[in-house]
């Protein structure tokens, strides 16, 4: 069973600072996926990674499968960033994916 | 952009009522999914479904449960006897084939009194 490490659980920081959201997991996977959660509740899918890095607009996302580890980072964040960063990893074909517990994220102004 | 739908959004139900939350997942996906989050914690996972039937479940996912596609667009969940402890957010997902991002639905709130 893979366990999900997030780091940190909170972050509060003003914005346009550099943010950096650190994801660990023990056992190998397919993918990794970055997911954003809203005060609503709504899951909104930011990046799926099997390996290396993406970027789409102000985030970057990486991922190192052999150290087993992956970060999202957001440049020059701004309010409408905050909320809850969740990194989940998947095994592959139909599994399920293990998520982590969260980043909650607020962004000041 | 296509979405994937759910409804009701918040579902109100007494203990040891039979439940049905539905989702209408994305027209042309292929895998299918739901999870749920209870307050305050972490997503889980409950149970896939792909080629008409169910690829993988947790340990959540007991005889309770169950899943279907009765048309080819709906994909329903079934709570038989609904206890205080299945109150969550209950999320429906879908994704396509290959590495093709997953798509969540907004949730249904079920409230367990």
């Known amino acids: 069973k893979n366990e999900v490490e997030q780091s940190p659980q909170n972050l509060t920081a003003q914005e346009g600072e550099f943010i950096t959201i650190n994801c660990s997991y023990s056992?190998?996977?397919?993918?990794l996926h970055w997911l954003q959660q809203h005060p609503g509740g709504g899951i909104v899918s930011l990046f799926m990674?099997?390996?290396g890095k993406k970027k789409h607009g102000r985030l970057i996302a990486t991922i190192n499968i052999q150290e087993k580890h992956s970060s999202l980072h957001i440049t020059a964040s701004h309010p409408r960033d905050s909320a809850v960063y969740i990194c989940a990893v998947s095994g592959g074909g139909a599994d399920g994916l293990t998520f982590g517990k969260g980043t909650h994220l607020i962004i000041q102004p | 952009e296509p979405e994937v739908t759910q409804t009701p959004s918040h579902q109100v139900t007494q203990m040891g009522q039979e439940v049905i939350l539905r989702c209408v997942p994305i027209?042309?996906?292929?895998?299918f999914y739901w999870y749920r989050q209870i307050l305050g914690q972490k997503v889980e996972f409950l149970v896939s479904f792909y080629n008409n039937e169910i690829s993988e479940k947790s340990e959540i996912f007991d005889d309770q449960f169950s899943v279907e596609r009765p048309d080819g667009s709906n994909f329903t969940l079934k709570i038989r006897s609904t206890k205080l402890e299945d109150s969550a957010m209950y999320f429906c997902?879908?994704?396509?084939?290959?590495?093709?991002?997953?798509?969540f639905g907004n949730g249904t709130r079920l409230t367990v009194t």
């Open positions: 056992v190998g996977i397919s993918a």
């Open positions: 027209s042309n996906h292929l895998y």
């Open positions: 990674l099997s390996s």
């Open positions: 997902a879908s994704r396509g084939r290959g590495s093709s991002p997953l798509h």
